[in-house]
């Protein structure tokens, strides 16, 4: 008589990239649809601000502190919002905050004074928080292979650098056809495709590719993250980061038109800077391989300086404005694959929307000051000289502040192996 063979041992799956009822790679493309029209309509806000204050008659700070009210908001719901998908999905996530971002561009519509902008910008604020890649960038990093991750986050960043592309001529069309009220009414609508997008992703938050930090609470997370030096480097430098794309995105326009510039230069160059962070954004998510993500960063915001600079020290023509603009493109949001890439070397990516919404809040901060100051500067000297000098200075001040970052996991992941 034989003996009876011995059980088999219990199987341990690895969660799998393509687990749900669609593969992974056309939910990072639902994720890129959202994140590209979110980022897009967002960054492309600055066309109104002529518009607005014509009908108003008030001055460029009031529009301004709408848009920073917006950015600053956005980056203070991000960590809250991303803490949510990180723990329950998009789905719901998303829809609340479409409806948000509905009532914002509404408020707009309808504004008769200064307030009523304030208020549009307080809830297009919290709508963006949990429709943009910082939200989402999570969902990201949980849906691909570990050694896709820095590619796949890349996409979302590609994602707004086309939604940016696509959104300044349509939106600039929108305003030239319809005006810029009746206009805004189709952003309603387009915005509220997002929902449908955002459907399919509610399951994947049980997919968890970080296995050794999945028992991780909220609090454990943020104290460790608080205690990392490194962490603190990185949300201390991406304050630069924001107050530079808030400044160009909403003032740009303006500074063209003050220049005594065609109509269509302030837009093309913003459409410029959206196709060049394509290709800039590709080749950031490629770089890993040949140099450290800290150092690329430090790159990125030197060569910023340079070409804040060229605005400031070359003579300004069609053709210089539009070449500024490419560069400028070419280091514009590259630097979210690199940063949201440390946060997933550090700690993983149990809680990356979380922590990386925290990162986020830092970069929206210096929105908030981008935008504002701008505008207040703006108003008191007549002329964004002041703005491009100390542009500069952030630069180089955070090119300096990456340089010493450890790039490495940890010790909790590190022992894990």
């Not at 960054?43 to 014509?54: C, N, R, T």
């Not at 929105?367 to 000289?385: C, E, N, P």
Request: aromatic share 10%; net charge positive.
């Amino acid at each position: 008589m034989s003996a009876n063979p011995a059980p088999a041992a219990p199987r341990v799956s690895s969660p799998s990239p393509q687990a749900g009822p669609l593969p992974y790679a056309v939910l990072i493309l639902l994720v890129g649809l959202i994140v590209g029209i979110t980022m897009g309509r967002s960054q492309s806000m600055g066309l109104y601000q002529l518009p607005v204050i014509g009908a108003l008659g008030v001055g460029r700070e009031p529009f301004s502190l709408m848009m920073a009210i917006t950015l600053l908001l956005m980056g203070a719901g991000s960590p809250f919002s991303g803490a949510l998908i990180d723990k329950y999905g998009a789905r719901w996530v998303v829809a609340f905050c479409v409806l948000c971002t509905i009532a914002g561009l509404w408020v707009l519509y309808a504004a008769t004074s200064a307030t009523m902008l304030i208020l549009a910008g307080v809830l297009m604020g919290f709508g963006v928080s949990g429709t943009g890649v910082t939200s989402l960038v999570g969902v990201v990093g949980r849906l691909a292979p570990p050694e896709k991750r820095m590619a796949a986050i890349a996409s979302t960043g590609m994602a707004a650098g086309i939604g940016g592309f696509a959104a300044l001529p349509i939106m600039h069309q929108l305003i030239e056809s319809f005006g810029w009220q009746n206009s805004l009414v189709w952003l309603m609508a387009i915005t509220a495709l997002l929902i449908l997008f955002a459907w399919p992703l509610d399951a994947q938050p049980a997919n968890r590719s970080a296995t050794v930090s999945s028992n991780q609470t909220v609090k454990e997370a943020l104290s460790e993250a608080f205690g990392h030096p490194s962490f603190l480097l990185l949300t201390a430098g991406f304050f630069v980061c924001g107050f530079h794309v808030a400044f160009i995105t909403v003032h740009l326009p303006a500074y063209t038109r003050d220049l005594l510039l065609p109509d269509w230069v302030g837009p093309y160059a913003l459409m410029l800077v959206g196709i060049a962070n394509i290709i800039g954004t590709f080749i950031a998510g490629q770089s890993g391989r040949w140099i450290e993500k800290r150092r690329g960063l430090s790159l990125i915001y030197f060569g910023r300086s340079v070409v804040f600079a060229g605005f400031l020290l070359l003579p300004m023509t069609e053709t210089t404005v539009i070449l500024l603009a490419g560069a400028l493109g070419l280091l514009w949001l590259s630097t979210v694959p690199l940063t949201s890439g440390l946060v997933a070397t550090f700690f993983g990516t149990r809680w990356m929307s979380m922590l990386f919404g925290i990162v986020f809040f830092s970069h929206q901060v210096g929105s908030f000051l981008g935008v504002w100051l701008a505008g207040r500067l703006y108003d008191v000297t007549g002329s964004y000289d002041a703005m491009w000098w100390i542009s500069i200075a952030l630069g180089i001040a955070s090119g300096l502040v990456h340089w010493p970052i450890q790039e490495k996991p940890v010790a909790r992941l590190a022992a894990a192996g």
